[in-house]
């Protein structure tokens, strides 16, 4: 099984800040890597498919980048909204395989 | 506007059987392969089992092989999650999501409200 790592486990910041979140895979997994959100009590949503593209109708502050085995989501500045808990997901093999999230709090 | 709605969770025994539903409108459902996914209380998320649009082509995760069993039912937009002796690691919320399957990988772009499944003597 593809394993997946975030970091940071956790991480808070402030609004209008910069935000960056790791995702690395234990193997190459070239670009099939996805972000999603998911806040308190809600099911995920979807943010970027196949590493970079931004999924219809999420803001433009939300990009990703890298392939290979390393990953990350940017967010450019911090909305209050964009609190939330964050998943990658690998889709190159199956088991499909999340990481264990990183918690976005409030400074 | 694709729409997703769980249902068929609820409180079982150890050992027991529960069979999870989640009905899809807004969408060609017969065009779309379907996921479930599920979260334990307080954890982060797992994928569960795929199937084909066709139903012609199932997966599962390692821990649920031989115990569950998905299906689906194209003329009913219907999908389905058989779940037969049941853990209390098996507690969690269980999602059902729309799979998009591409040559660029696949990833879940609808995802239902959820159906809490709790595994309890």
């Known amino acids: 099984d593809i394993q997946m790592t975030q970091s940071p486990s956790s991480l808070s910041a402030s609004v209008g800040d910069r935000v960056t979140i790791t995702c690395r895979a234990s193997?190459?997994?070239?670009?099939?890597l996805n972000w999603y959100q998911q806040k308190p009590g809600k099911a995920p949503n979807l943010l970027i498919y196949?590493?970079?593209t931004l999924q219809s109708g999420v803001p433009s502050r939300f990009s990703g980048s890298g392939s290979g085995t390393d990953f990350t989501l940017t967010i450019s500045s911090l909305q209050p909204e964009d609190f939330a808990t964050y998943y990658c997901?690998?889709?190159?093999?199956?088991?499909?395989?999340f990481g264990q999230g990183t918690r976005l709090e409030i400074k | 506007q694709v729409h997703l709605v769980e249902s068929g969770g609820g409180l079982v025994k150890p050992g027991g059987s529960l069979r999870l539903s989640c009905s899809a409108s807004?969408?060609?459902?017969?065009?779309?392969?379907m996921t479930w996914i599920r979260q334990a209380p307080g954890k982060g998320l797992e994928w569960v089992s795929y199937i084909s649009n066709s139903g012609g082509e199932t997966n599962y995760a390692d821990s649920m092989k031989g115990r569950f069993t998905i299906s689906r039912d194209n003329a009913k937009n219907s999908l389905f999650l058989e779940m037969n002796s049941l853990r209390a690691d098996d507690t969690a919320i269980y999602y059902c999501?729309?799979?998009?399957?591409?040559?660029?990988?696949?990833?879940?772009?609808?995802w239902g409200q959820g159906t809490l499944v709790t595994v309890s003597s």
């Open positions: 997901q690998q889709s190159y093999s199956i088991p499909i395989t």
């Open positions: 193997q190459r997994i070239v670009s099939f």
């Open positions: 196949a590493a970079s």
């Open positions: 999501a729309r799979h998009l399957t591409t040559g660029a990988g696949a990833w879940l772009d609808s």
């Open positions: 807004g969408f060609t459902f017969s065009d779309y392969y």
